[in-house]
């Protein structure tokens, strides 16, 4: 059984930055196409990022590209998110979350093969 336990959320006012982390425990990390997604309130949870096995190949949602950063250590089985510029609009619970779909060229895994979810960080944005 995987566990993922996100951390580094909190309140930054508009055009600061934060970053978040997600360690993870149990099962093969380095196997895993890792995602980060978010969820604000009376929304749907969207997807934010994702990230190949290496670490060689990142993805974003347009709403955040240019302005977050996904990356993993292996070793350290924790994958991040670097976040900048940030806006009110990016107020949301993040979560990690970790894909055992064997991958594609474009290394896309469907929010509904994400088989490991952590239980989110809060972060908000005030303007």
């Known amino acids: 059984q995987v566990q993922l336990v996100e951390s580094g959320g909190g309140l930054v006012q508009a055009g600061g930055s934060l970053r978040l982390s997600c360690a993870a425990s149990?099962?093969?990390?380095?196997?895993?196409?890792m995602g980060w997604f978010r969820q604000a309130p009376g929304k749907e949870r969207e997807f934010v990022a994702r990230?190949?096995?290496?670490?060689?190949?990142?993805y974003y949602a347009d709403s955040v590209k240019g302005r977050f950063t996904i990356s993993r250590d292996n070793a350290k089985k924790t994958v991040f998110l670097q976040m900048i510029s940030l806006k009110p609009e990016d107020t949301a619970v993040y979560y990690c979350?970790?894909?055992?779909?064997?991958?594609?060229?474009?290394?896309?895994?469907?929010?509904?093969?994400?088989?490991?979810w952590g239980q989110g960080t809060q972060v908000t944005v005030s303007s």
């Open positions: 149990g099962g093969t990390f380095s196997n895993y196409i």
């Open positions: 979350a970790a894909c055992t779909k064997r991958p594609d060229s474009n290394w896309y895994c469907p929010t509904r093969e994400y088989a490991y």
């Open positions: 990230l190949s096995w290496s670490g060689s190949s990142a």
